[in-house]
C-alpha cells in the first residue's frame, strides 16, 4: 500500500503506508537522550530495511535528539526516503512546549533541522499550531511558503490543526499533508496539559476531498487505554494485540491516512509493521463503528 503526498503538484512523494514517528526515541517526557541508544539506532535501521521510507522527527524533540539520530543511523540516505520534520514550537528546560512561530523562529528551526539532518532540502516540514498567539497563521504560513519558494523546503504540512485553520490555510497555499492526533478511540479534539489537540475525524473529509494524507499521531498512546471491548474483542479474534488492530483500523478507515506509530521497543516496532498484513472487512468496520 502506498500513498502520495502532494499528487497534484511538480514533484509528488509516493510512500510505503506505514510510516515510523520517531518521537518515541527519546528520553523521558520527549526529553533527553535514549535510554538504549543501540536500540534506538537498530529501530530506525530496522524500519528503513523493513520498507518504511516515511520518518517523522522535529528539531524539538529531546532536543534535536531523533534527528541526530536519524542522521547517524541512515545517512547518507536511501533513495525514496522521505523524511517529515515538524516546526513551529520549542521546548523549555522545564519540558514545557511553547510557540516558537515567528517569521524569524520559523527559519532558525528550518536550517537547524537541515543542518542536523545533513540534508539540502526537506521535503516535507509541518507547521505545528500551538493556539492563537500573537503572531497570525498567515505570517506563519507566509514564512514557511517563503522558505518552500527558497528551496529550503519542498512541500508545506499543517499540524494540530482545526478545521477552520485548515480551511483557512487552503486559501493561503498549497497545504501537501495534515498531522493530526487520531486513533480508533481519540478521534475528535482532546485537551492535554500544553494545550488543546484538534482530532483527525474533524478533519478527514476535507483532507480526502483535497486528496491531503491525514498523518495521525499519538494514536497508540492516546487511544488504547479507551478503546473499550470492541477493539478487544476483535483483536482476539484475529489473534493480534490491541495496538496492530488500532494500526489496521487507521488503514482502513480512509485510503488518505498514513499511520506513523512510534515506539522505542525493536519488538514493539516489528509488532507495528505486521499491522498492514490485517485484512479487516467491511463487517468488521461496521462493527468497530
Same mark, same amino acid.
Given at each position: ?19 515510523? *514517528?520517531?518521537?518515541? !526515541?527519546?528520553?523521558? /517526557?520527549?526529553? %533527553? =537522550? ?7 539506532? @537498530?529501530? +530506525? ?5 523493513? *520498507?518504511?521510507?516515511? !520518518?517523522?522527527?522535529? /528539531?524539538?524533540? %529531546? =532536543? ?7 542522521? @547517524?543511523? +541512515? ?215
Amino acid at each position: 500500500m502506498t500513498i502520495t503526498i502532494a499528487a497534484h503538484s511538480a514533484h509528488p512523494l509516493t510512500v510505503n503506508r506505514l510510516g515510523y *514517528g520517531t518521537m518515541r !526515541l527519546t528520553g523521558p /517526557d520527549i526529553w %533527553g =537522550e535514549p535510554a538504549n541508544r543501540p536500540e534506538a539506532l @537498530e529501530i +530506525l535501521k530496522t524500519a528503513v530495511a523493513s *520498507g518504511v521510507n516515511f !520518518l517523522d522527527t522535529a /528539531d524539538y524533540y %529531546g =532536543e534535536d535528539v531523533t534527528n541526530r539520530l536519524i542522521q @547517524e543511523a +541512515l545517512h547518507p540516505y536511501p533513495a525514496g526516503l522521505v523524511i517529515c520534520t515538524k516546526v513551529g514550537a520549542t521546548r523549555r528546560p522545564d519540558k514545557s512546549w511553547v510557540p516558537f512561530n515567528t517569521p524569524d523562529n520559523l527559519r532558525t528551526s528550518i536550517d537547524n533541522n537541515l543542518r542536523t539532518l545533513r540534508q539540502e532540502q526537506i521535503q516535507l516540514v509541518h507547521l505545528r499550531l500551538m493556539g492563537h498567539g500573537p503572531v497570525p497563521l498567515a505570517e506563519q504560513l507566509g514564512a514557511m511558503f517563503e522558505l518552500q519558494r527558497e528551496g529550503k523546503i519542498l512541500h508545506v504540512g499543517l499540524s494540530n490543526v482545526t478545521r477552520e485553520e485548515l480551511e483557512a490555510g487552503l486559501q493561503l497555499g498549497p497545504i501537501a499533508t495534515v498531522e493530526n492526533m487520531y486513533s480508533y478511540a481519540q478521534r475528535t479534539t482532546v485537551q492535554l496539559p500544553h494545550g488543546a489537540n484538534p482530532g483527525g475525524e474533524e478533519v478527514l473529509d476535507l483532507c480526502e476531498q483535497h486528496g491531503i494524507p491525514l498523518i495521525p499521531f499519538f494514536s497508540l498512546i492516546h487511544g488504547l487505554p479507551k478503546a473499550g471491548n470492541k477493539l478487544a474483542e476483535l483483536a482476539q479474534k484475529y489473534r493480534v494485540s490491541e495496538a496492530q488492530l488500532n494500526i489496521a483500523w487507521l488503514l482502513h478507515r480512509s485510503p488518505w491516512i498514513l499511520p506513523i506509530p512510534g515506539t522505542s521497543s525493536l519488538a514493539h516496532l516489528r509488532e507495528n509493521l505486521k499491522a498492514a498484513e490485517i485484512q479487516l472487512s467491511a463487517e468488521d468496520m461496521t462493527y468497530l463503528g
